[in-house]
């Protein structure tokens, strides 16, 4: 899985910084949206020409101030530092987006100077140039840079508000992929989805019971003993079955003309195998093509033991197929390649839509998906949902209007030509604009030489300004009226038409003429010198013909391949005979004249080159003399010879880069001869190797195959451990609030690594020490699935508590939910900063997706409950996807959270009340504050409890309080709460209305310090409150049945309020006879322990009897022993002390 970087929106640049700059306005012009760099210098000195000739009128300073940020770009008057800016006199001169600004020029001859180019709309094919001055010229380069910046910051503002409005505007919806079939046409019949549908049932049905024949075959061979090994190969990689039968379609539509009878072929899939062509399909590109030219369908069903479910997306102008289990977009259509939606009929839960994909032959062909969805009333929102995107990308495409320009455009005319001129003198200019003007039409030459003289420039840069001007507002004119080309077989005749007719006869006679003279001439010399090369050749040497001729040829190929592809379409095969005449005679038809208008340019420099060429290699191969043997050459080839002019050749592969567009590939050199030497002398012939040698030649290469496979699989193994690294850094990304220290850590370390932990009881106040002095948070989700462990350890026995199914998380994720709408809302607003879930559906958001749908298939009471995503989301943060689905049962069936996310929300209401009760009991001024301004915890409380405080709190806060959770249970959220409301009481009670204390605690509150919170995780650990809350809750039973009798109500009231009561008692009684069954357990445990006790007792009492006696025996064996001493002692006659002996 890749991982997923986050990038926070820090601009160098603020939106709401403003840079004024000082500066002169010298002009305006409206010009034309296509005009380009090359045009605007003449743009700007109009603009300074018309400027000073209005100045002369009026001696007007049109000094303003420049107004530049990424909101806007302003200018204003300048009034100065003597008067005061008025806004009543002083408005804007213009106010546009800096993204309108399309380019920027700065003067190089007058450095003072710059402009910019404004696009006022997309849809208007006007611009306007505003021309400045700046009295410090060493600030024009700020100033640009400046306009620039904001310009991009704009953009990007921009492209980030679409991209959410994209998020937002996109409707997400879970779906079943059935599978996908071609068909013959881009339109169908209503019951193509039913047809399809049953062609699925059909080949999963052929499928298995080809499996089926296939084990029992390979089961016959077994107990026969005999093995086929080629029967094998054949039944793994061919049809199974009959051919016959294989080619016969299973079912024909002839009522339904828009899809073609099915052709089944029988694949071996293996889950590798499965996975890597799940929507590619499996079928190899020469099936493919014989199903399609046989005229038959590819009809491929999903696995059903995959997982098939997908995220069905539909954004502004595209579909989007995400697999929530790949964590990857399986498939993505434009609205453009989608030509047909449908739902099924008799299959009313089904769906699907016809599309357009490229085949592997260069052409296209027409794919059926087909989906499967909950109920129908889904099918319904998905195909009106696609109704209306479909709409809106209609309208949106209509009103762009994309910005058309072709090579006959006016004012790419005027483009090529003022970048022909840009950087030459005045005289070579005029001289360039005087050949310009000679394309133009009598009148339109008149024109403006009339208008030129009236203004009598002074010199020629003036005289050129003046006529690239009145050039500008004629292609404009012309720029209106223009069709471009490839507009249809009307607008080119048309285009035609008016070229012959702005042309005058004398100047394209005259043109034509020129051009055919040249092209004669250059064509005649290379084809004459090329006729009398080869008539030369025949005498000439094998050594001569392979240098010269391979050498002529390799340089030409690449030049010439692609001009000979365009004229083997229009000209016809003609004989060598005939070519050799039109060589001689010069006879060109007007087809060659209209391809060879351009060929002269690039023959005639090589014709000087090409003899001396000639000379040199006749001159040096003249001694040498040998037979030249040529290969036969196709038609085409010799056309290439015939035209081909010869350069200095090599044999590299580059030669032949151009050639595949001539249809086969050509041998090495058409004029190469067939000799058994080579230009250097004889080619030594290579032996034929030994089958020996060809085995090791094989062996090596298999070996090699072997090792670039294995270090594949070592590059992907550490690509994977190193994404998966860095996913582990970016969920971990929030502020620790207790730093472990190193002996905590080496602690938990210790009792992690223990083997056999999750069988062997810890010390509970040793854990509850560890816990108290912290957590590391690499090790926080290990951690917690360790108390886990240790709770289940505990609780060995059977609990009366409502167990879950035991369902495989993998066979969940398979199935549809029908709280899938709920599910994708709350994606984007569980931990929307955390860079791990921001990413719209990206992987955090589509694991947190399936861990929820997966609880709610599995939890048919609950279902999904607003506040989950919160708590499945903090668990996703440290541990695996499964792990955390594995946690999040945990916590709702064994720690008993799931009561509270019940429909009837019952429990809630329990937990609001003993809330109420504690801060009563605890801060009885604080309660009295509330209650005075109506302030009940379900105002402020009931997201703490619902999402573990985990939507308005830090994430290294909601940590400790979730390591809490998992040693302690549930009251701990009672504990937080009560301990965070009396920390701040007196924050609190200076606030006197309810909006301020309400806003106090949900956003104030929640921002507390480091000291506080580890303040508040200290205060928790020493609260004990599990004996108040018990007394709370029955008394909450206690009080609403005291609220039923007392109140005085209807009859009806009073049965529905019975009802209401009696079915909260039943509930209670489940609630309590849960209890009870863990109290009798608890009992039976506690008795089969005593009779362990008692058993044990009765061994040690016998122990200690057996032990009394052997104390005894040993105590009167040593009473005989001293007895004998004594008596030793007393008969020994000496005096003295008895010398001991070895036998003593």
Same mark, same amino acid.
């Given at each position: 899985?890749?991982?997923?970087?986050?990038?926070?929106?820090?601009?160098?640049?603020?939106?709401?910084?403003?840079?004024?700059?000082?500066?002169?306005?010298?002009?305006?012009?409206?010009?034309?949206?296509?005009?380009?760099?090359?045009?605007?210098?003449?743009?700007?000195?109009?603009?300074?020409?018309?400027?000073?000739?209005?100045?002369?009128?009026?001696?007007?300073?049109?000094?303003?101030? !420049?107004? +530049?940020?990424?909101?806007?770009?302003?200018?204003?008057?300048?009034?100065?530092?003597?008067?005061?800016?008025?806004?009543?006199?002083?408005?804007?001169?213009?106010?546009?987006?800096?993204?309108?600004?399309? &380019?920027?020029?700065?003067? *190089?001859?007058?450095? @003072?100077?710059?402009?910019?180019?404004?696009?006022?709309?997309?849809?208007?094919?006007?611009?306007?140039?505003?021309?400045?001055?700046?009295?410090?010229?060493?600030?024009?380069?700020?100033?640009?840079?400046?306009?620039?910046?904001?310009?991009?910051?704009?953009?990007?503002?921009?492209?980030?508000?679409?991209?959410?409005?994209?998020?937002?505007?996109?409707?997400?919806?879970?779906?079943?992929?059935?599978?996908?079939?071609?068909?013959?046409?881009?339109?169908?019949?209503?019951?193509?989805?039913?047809?399809?549908?049953?062609?699925? /049932?059909?080949?999963?049905?052929?499928? &298995?019971?080809?499996?089926?024949?296939?084990?029992?075959?390979?089961?016959?061979?077994?107990?026969?003993?005999?093995?086929?090994?080629?029967?094998?190969?054949?039944?793994?990689?061919?049809?199974?079955?009959?051919?016959?039968?294989?080619?016969?379609?299973?079912?024909?539509?002839? *009522?339904?003309?828009?899809? =073609?009878?099915?052709?089944?072929?029988?694949?071996?899939?293996?889950?590798?195998?499965?996975? *890597? @062509?799940?929507?590619?399909?499996?079928?190899?590109?020469?099936?493919?093509?014989?199903h399609l030219i046989s005229g038959h369908n590819i009809v491929q069903p999903t696995d059903i033991e995959e997982n098939r479910t997908m995220l069905f997306t539909i954004g502004q102008s595209e579909v989007y197929l995400i697999s929530p289990d790949t964590k990857k977009i399986a498939l993505e259509k434009n609205f453009k390649e989608i030509s047909f939606c449908s739902q099924g009929i008799r299959h009313v839960d089904h769906f699907g839509f016809i599309c357009r994909e490229s085949s592997e032959n260069g052409g296209f062909h027409f794919v059926c998906y087909v989906f499967q969805c909950t109920n129908e009333a889904l099918v319904d929102e998905i195909m009106m949902t696609l109704k209306q995107a479909f709409t809106v990308a209609a309208v949106q495409q209509t009103s762009k209007v994309p910005v058309q320009q072709c090579e006959g455009c006016p004012m790419q005319c005027l483009h090529k030509l003022c970048e022909r001129i840009e950087g030459m003198s005045s005289s070579k200019t005029k001289l360039e604009l005087q050949k310009h003007l000679t394309t133009l039409n009598n009148q339109e030459q008149a024109?403006?030489?009339?208008?030129?003289?009236?203004?009598?420039?002074? /010199?020629?840069?003036?005289?050129?300004?003046? +006529?690239?001007?009145?050039?500008?507002?004629?292609?404009?004119?012309?720029?209106?009226?223009?069709?471009?080309?490839?507009?249809?077989?009307?607008?080119?005749?048309?285009?035609?038409?008016?070229?012959?007719?702005?042309?005058?006869? #004398?100047?394209?006679?005259?043109?034509?003429?020129?051009?055919?003279?040249?092209?004669?001439?250059?064509?005649?010399?290379?084809?004459?010198?090329?006729? $009398?090369?080869? #008539?030369?050749? =025949?005498?000439?040497?094998?050594?001569?013909?392979?240098? %010269?001729? %391979? *050498?002529?040829? $390799?340089?030409?190929?690449?030049?010439?391949?692609?001009?000979?592809?365009?004229?083997?379409?229009?000209?016809?095969?003609?004989?060598?005979?005939?070519?050799?005449?039109?060589?001689?005679?010069?006879?060109?038809?007007?087809?060659?004249?209209?391809?060879?208008?351009?060929?002269?340019?690039?023959?005639?420099?090589?014709?000087?080159?090409?003899?001396?060429?000639?000379?040199?290699?006749?001159?040096?191969?003249? /001694?040498?003399?040998?037979?030249?043997?040529?290969?036969?050459?196709?038609?085409?080839?010799?056309?290439?010879?015939?035209?081909?002019?010869?350069?200095?050749?090599?044999?590299?592969?580059? =030669?032949?880069?151009?050639?595949?567009?001539?249809?086969?590939?050509?041998?090495?050199?058409?004029?190469?001869?067939?000799?058994? %030497?080579?230009?250097?002398?004889?080619?030594?012939?290579?032996?034929?190797?030994?089958?020996?040698?060809?085995?090791?030649?094989?062996?090596?290469?298999?070996?090699?195959?072997?090792?670039?496979?294995?270090?594949?699989?070592?590059?992907?193994?550490?690509?994977?451990?190193?994404?998966?690294?860095? /996913?582990? =850094?970016?969920?971990?990304?929030?502020?620790?609030?207790?730093?472990?220290?190193?002996?905590?850590?080496?602690?938990?370390?210790?009792?992690?690594?223990?083997?056999?932990?999750?069988?062997?009881?810890?010390?509970?106040?040793?854990?509850? #020490?560890?816990?108290?002095?912290? +957590?590391?948070?690499?090790?926080?989700?290990?951690?917690?699935?360790?108390?886990?462990?240790?709770?289940?350890? &505990?609780?060995?026995?059977?609990?009366?508590?409502?167990?879950?199914?035991?369902?495989?998380?993998?066979?969940?994720?398979?199935?549809?939910?029908?709280?899938?709408?709920?599910?994708?809302?709350?994606?984007?607003?569980?931990?929307?900063?955390?860079?791990?879930?921001?990413?719209?559906?990206?992987?955090?958001?589509?694991?947190?997706?399936?861990?929820?749908?997966?609880?709610?298939?599995?939890?048919?009471?609950?279902?999904?409950?607003?506040?989950?995503?919160?708590?499945?989301?903090? !668990?996703?943060?440290?541990?695996?996807?499964?792990?955390?689905?594995?946690?999040?049962?945990?916590?709702?069936?064994?720690?008993?959270?799931?009561?509270?996310?019940?429909? %009837?929300?019952?429990?809630?209401?329990?937990?609001?009340?003993?809330?109420?009760?504690?801060?009563?009991?605890?801060?009885?001024?604080?309660?009295?504050? !509330?209650?005075?301004?109506?302030?009940?915890?379900?105002?402020?409380?009931?997201?703490?409890?619902?999402?573990?405080?985990?939507?308005?709190?830090?994430?290294?806060?909601?940590?400790?309080?979730?390591?809490?959770?998992?040693l302690q249970g549930s009251e701990v959220i009672f504990k937080v709460a009560l301990s965070l409301l009396g920390s701040h009481k007196p924050l609190i009670l200076q606030h006197e209305n309810l909006e301020t204390i309400v806003d106090f605690i949900k956003n104030t509150l929640p921002n507390l310090g480091l000291v506080q919170m580890e303040k508040t995780i200290n205060q928790v650990f020493e609260m004990d409150i599990s004996k108040q809350l018990q007394a709370y809750e029955v008394e909450y039973h206690v009080l609403q049945d005291e609220l039923i009798d007392s109140s005085p109500l209807s009859d009806n009231q009073r049965m529905d309020k019975l009802e209401k009561t009696n079915s909260s008692l039943r509930k209670q009684n489940l609630d309590l006879l849960e209890e009870l069954q863990v109290a009798n357990g608890k009992i039976q445990s506690l008795e089969a322990t005593i009779e362990i006790l008692m058993a044990n007792e009765n061994k040690l009492k016998q122990t200690a009897l057996a032990l009394e006696l052997e104390r005894s025996a040993l105590l009167q064996t040593v009473e005989e022993l001293q007895?004998?001493?004594?008596?030793?002692?007393?008969?020994?006659?000496?005096?003295?002390?008895?010398?001991?002996?070895?036998?003593?």
């Amino acid at each position: 899985m890749e991982p997923i970087t986050f990038t926070a929106k820090k601009y160098a640049f603020p939106s709401e910084i403003s840079i004024d700059f000082s500066l002169q306005l010298v002009g305006s012009l409206s010009v034309h949206s296509l005009t380009t760099m090359p045009m605007l210098p003449w743009v700007v000195a109009e603009v300074r020409r018309l400027s000073m000739q209005s100045s002369k009128k009026e001696t007007v300073v049109n000094q303003i101030r !420049l107004c +530049v940020s990424p909101a806007c770009l302003k200018c204003e008057p300048d009034p100065g530092k003597s008067q005061q800016w008025d806004p009543l006199i002083c408005s804007s001169i213009f106010e546009y987006k800096p993204q309108q600004v399309h &380019k920027l020029i700065h003067n *190089s001859h007058d450095p @003072s100077y710059f402009a910019c180019l404004i696009k006022e709309d997309a849809a208007s094919q006007q611009s306007i140039c505003y021309v400045f001055k700046a009295d410090d010229q060493t600030k024009v380069p700020e100033i640009i840079s400046s306009i620039r910046q904001a310009g991009k910051i704009a953009r990007q503002e921009e492209f980030h508000s679409q991209s959410e409005f994209d998020d937002t505007f996109a409707k997400k919806f879970e779906v079943l992929f059935c599978g996908r079939v071609t068909v013959a046409h881009k339109k169908a019949p209503p019951a193509l989805i039913d047809e399809c549908i049953e062609k699925f /049932n059909h080949v999963s049905c052929s499928r &298995k019971a080809e499996l089926d024949l296939l084990s029992q075959n390979s089961e016959a061979l077994n107990t026969m003993g005999g093995f086929s090994l080629t029967d094998k190969f054949r039944s793994v990689f061919q049809p199974g079955g009959n051919v016959e039968q294989d080619r016969k379609p299973i079912r024909k539509s002839f *009522s339904q003309p828009g899809l =073609r009878s099915l052709a089944f072929r029988k694949e071996f899939q293996d889950t590798g195998h499965r996975s *890597s @062509s799940f929507f590619g399909g499996s079928f190899e590109e020469n099936d493919i093509q014989s199903h399609l030219i046989s005229g038959h369908n590819i009809v491929q069903p999903t696995d059903i033991e995959e997982n098939r479910t997908m995220l069905f997306t539909i954004g502004q102008s595209e579909v989007y197929l995400i697999s929530p289990d790949t964590k990857k977009i399986a498939l993505e259509k434009n609205f453009k390649e989608i030509s047909f939606c449908s739902q099924g009929i008799r299959h009313v839960d089904h769906f699907g839509f016809i599309c357009r994909e490229s085949s592997e032959n260069g052409g296209f062909h027409f794919v059926c998906y087909v989906f499967q969805c909950t109920n129908e009333a889904l099918v319904d929102e998905i195909m009106m949902t696609l109704k209306q995107a479909f709409t809106v990308a209609a309208v949106q495409q209509t009103s762009k209007v994309p910005v058309q320009q072709c090579e006959g455009c006016p004012m790419q005319c005027l483009h090529k030509l003022c970048e022909r001129i840009e950087g030459m003198s005045s005289s070579k200019t005029k001289l360039e604009l005087q050949k310009h003007l000679t394309t133009l039409n009598n009148q339109e030459q008149a024109t403006i030489f009339e208008e030129v003289q009236k203004i009598r420039p002074r /010199n020629e840069q003036k005289e050129n300004e003046l +006529v690239i001007s009145f050039l500008r507002c004629l292609y404009e004119e012309k720029q209106k009226d223009h069709i471009h080309i490839g507009e249809g077989k009307q607008a080119s005749q048309i285009s035609a038409e008016t070229i012959r007719n702005e042309l005058p006869t #004398s100047a394209t006679r005259f043109r034509l003429d020129m051009l055919k003279s040249k092209a004669k001439r250059s064509l005649t010399e290379s084809l004459e010198s090329i006729l $009398s090369r080869g #008539s030369k050749a =025949r005498g000439l040497p094998e050594h001569s013909g392979s240098a %010269d001729l %391979d *050498s002529s040829m $390799s340089s030409t190929l690449s030049n010439t391949s692609k001009e000979l592809s365009v004229c083997e379409k229009e000209t016809p095969p003609l004989p060598e005979g005939s070519f050799r005449h039109l060589g001689s005679s010069v006879d060109l038809s007007s087809d060659s004249e209209s391809h060879l208008t351009e060929e002269p340019a690039q023959l005639s420099p090589r014709q000087e080159f090409r003899r001396d060429f000639e000379s040199k290699t006749h001159h040096h191969d003249s /001694n040498i003399e040998s037979p030249l043997k040529t290969r036969r050459h196709s038609w085409r080839q010799q056309i290439f010879l015939r035209v081909a002019t010869p350069q200095k050749g090599c044999d590299s592969p580059s =030669r032949y880069e151009d050639y595949s567009e001539l249809g086969d590939l050509p041998p090495r050199s058409p004029l190469e001869p067939v000799c058994e %030497d080579g230009p250097f002398g004889p080619v030594i012939e290579e032996k034929k190797r030994t089958s020996r040698e060809l085995r090791e030649l094989w062996k090596k290469a298999i070996l090699q195959q072997i090792l670039l496979l294995r270090m594949e699989k070592e590059n992907q193994k550490l690509q994977a451990s190193e994404n998966d690294l860095l /996913n582990k =850094r970016l969920k971990l990304d929030y502020e620790e609030i207790t730093p472990c220290l190193k002996d905590v850590t080496s602690v938990w370390e210790k009792m992690l690594s223990t083997p056999g932990r999750s069988k062997i009881k810890f010390d509970m106040e040793k854990m509850h #020490s560890a816990v108290g002095q912290g +957590v590391p948070r690499h090790h926080r989700g290990e951690i917690w699935k360790f108390l886990a462990e240790q709770y289940h350890l &505990k609780h060995q026995f059977p609990s009366g508590k409502q167990q879950p199914k035991d369902i495989p998380y993998k066979e969940l994720l398979k199935q549809l939910t029908s709280h899938q709408h709920s599910i994708l809302i709350d994606l984007g607003r569980t931990f929307p900063t955390h860079p791990y879930f921001s990413a719209q559906l990206g992987a955090g958001q589509l694991s947190l997706y399936n861990i929820l749908k997966a609880y709610s298939l599995l939890d048919q009471e609950v279902g999904y409950c607003q506040g989950l995503s919160f708590v499945a989301g903090v !668990l996703l943060l440290h541990m695996s996807e499964e792990d955390a689905f594995k946690m999040l049962k945990f916590l709702m069936f064994d720690m008993g959270l799931r009561k509270q996310y019940r429909p %009837d929300m019952i429990i809630l209401q329990i937990q609001m009340y003993q809330l109420s009760r504690l801060l009563h009991d605890y801060h009885r001024d604080l309660y009295s504050h !509330l209650e005075e301004h109506e302030i009940g915890p379900s105002l402020y409380a009931a997201p703490w409890f619902l999402t573990m405080f985990a939507s308005q709190f830090p994430l290294g806060f909601v940590a400790r309080v979730f390591d809490m959770i998992f040693l302690q249970g549930s009251e701990v959220i009672f504990k937080v709460a009560l301990s965070l409301l009396g920390s701040h009481k007196p924050l609190i009670l200076q606030h006197e209305n309810l909006e301020t204390i309400v806003d106090f605690i949900k956003n104030t509150l929640p921002n507390l310090g480091l000291v506080q919170m580890e303040k508040t995780i200290n205060q928790v650990f020493e609260m004990d409150i599990s004996k108040q809350l018990q007394a709370y809750e029955v008394e909450y039973h206690v009080l609403q049945d005291e609220l039923i009798d007392s109140s005085p109500l209807s009859d009806n009231q009073r049965m529905d309020k019975l009802e209401k009561t009696n079915s909260s008692l039943r509930k209670q009684n489940l609630d309590l006879l849960e209890e009870l069954q863990v109290a009798n357990g608890k009992i039976q445990s506690l008795e089969a322990t005593i009779e362990i006790l008692m058993a044990n007792e009765n061994k040690l009492k016998q122990t200690a009897l057996a032990l009394e006696l052997e104390r005894s025996a040993l105590l009167q064996t040593v009473e005989e022993l001293q007895k004998k001493a004594a008596e030793l002692g007393s008969g020994d006659p000496a005096p003295g002390k008895p010398e001991l002996t070895e036998d003593d």
